[in-house]
């Protein structure tokens, strides 16, 4: 079946413009997770959705960061403003709730480089 | 908060040599899960571990979680080329949300 995918892949834009990035999660996945990764780095933790319940924004590092989650499906990350510090690859990974087993699935991931 | 650290930060081994890296959490873990991303690529999902003192194999790979919870480690016997990539744990401290660690970067030479 169709994995999760993401749109754009590639995005670059001048410092101070907004970006929207997407996420379509696996079909049936309630849980919708956005990571942020510098190249060489690590996966940073941005935001977690589960469901209808509040998300998880522990992980946003600025005000300037914000999304959401339409019927339970895709996501949308929006950046306003954007910094050249906001360069890197934004991931996006959905699992399977309510079981024991709730591995990721990853995305391709958005490559966004501020100009 | 909860930090998760993983060692060593980088490993070159030459092909056919054992390569091991270990994953340590600040706070006892309900369960942590592996990950590798090959160079370009994104995280895809290696394994799952919940039980205290668990191991578990796949085929070369060997992961074990520690009898506390708060470590795990990765061990792959006789490293091939396809090996290479970055390997991440992920920890979860008994919320639905999982810390990633740094990761290690493993490069194997023919």
């Known amino acids: 079946g169709a994995g999760v995918s993401q749109s754009p892949s590639n995005k670059v834009t001048e410092k101070g413009k907004d970006v929207e990035l997407r996420c379509d999660p696996i079909s049936g996945h309630t849980a919708l997770y956005w990571y942020r990764q510098s190249l060489g780095q690590g996966l940073e933790f941005l935001i977690y959705?589960?469901?209808?319940?509040?998300?998880?924004k522990s992980g946003l590092p600025s005000d300037r960061f914000s999304a959401e989650r339409t019927g339970g499906s895709v996501s949308t990350l929006t950046i306003q403003r954007t910094q050249q510090e906001d360069s890197a690859v934004y991931l996006c990974?959905?699992?399977?709730?309510?079981?024991?087993?709730?591995?990721?699935?990853f995305g391709p991931g958005t490559r966004l480089t501020v100009l | 908060g909860q930090q998760v650290m993983q060692i060593p930060q980088y490993q070159h081994v030459q092909e056919g040599e054992d390569f091991t890296t270990y994953c340590n959490s600040s706070?006892?873990?309900?369960?942590i899960q592996w990950y590798k991303q090959r160079p370009g690529g994104h995280p895809v999902f290696l394994i799952q571990l919940v039980k205290s003192g668990e191991v578990k194999k796949q085929k070369r790979l060997t992961f074990q979680f520690g009898e506390a919870k708060k470590n795990s480690s990765l061990h792959i016997t006789a490293t091939q080329t396809t090996d290479v990539g970055t390997y991440f744990c992920a920890g979860d401290n008994y919320g639905q949300n999982f810390v990633f660690g740094p990761g290690t970067r493993l490069s194997v030479l023919p």
């Open positions: 990974a959905s699992s399977r709730s309510g079981t024991e087993y709730n591995e990721q699935f």
């Open positions: 959705f589960q469901g209808n319940s509040a998300p998880d």
């Open positions: 706070t006892t873990l309900s369960n």
